[in-house]
Nanobody, 133 residues
Framework: QVQLVESGGGSLQAGGSLTLSCVASKYTGRGTCMGWFRQAPGKEREAVATAQTGGSPTYYADSVKGRFTISEDSDKNTVYLRMSSLSPEDTAMYYC??????????????????????????WGQGTQVTVSS
């Protein structure tokens, strides 16, 4: 089992920046797909960004392209989400998820098409981001 713990959420004004962190309790394996998701009140959970451990970002939602950056530090079992130019529409609970696979190419498929919750093996508890206008 892998535990994922998010941190870094908070309340801020529009236009500000925030960096979220997600620490995994243990190494999940090279090529694991790591993802950030968010869920706003009354809305479905949506994929925000994905990247494979040891690799480059694979997916960004259209709504965050150019503003959010996903990165990971395999030595620290940590994935980050750098968010800038935040707006009230970014207000949501942000979740980290992991999809380890025996073969990295299978994890890459999840990273490229991250919208199926059943593809993700592990989820964190979430960290709240609230952006006021």
């Amino acid at each position: 089992q892998v535990q994922l713990v998010e941190s870094g959420g908070g309340s801020l004004q529009a236009g500000g920046s925030l960096t979220l962190s997600c620490v995994a309790s243990k190494y999940t394996g090279r090529g694991t797909c790591m993802g950030w998701f968010r869920q706003a009140p009354g809305k479905e959970r949506e994929a925000v960004a994905t990247a494979q451990t040891g690799g480059s970002p694979t997916y960004y939602a259209d709504s965050v392209k150019g503003r959010f950056t996903i990165s990971e530090d395999s030595d620290k079992n940590t994935v980050y989400l750098r968010m800038s130019s935040l707006s009230p529409e970014d207000t949501a609970m942000y979740y980290c998820a992991a999809a380890p696979r025996v073969h990295a190419v299978e994890a890459l498929a999840v990273c490229r098409h991250p919208s199926r919750p059943s593809d993700w093996n592990y989820w964190g508890q979430g960290t709240q981001v609230t952006v006021s206008s």
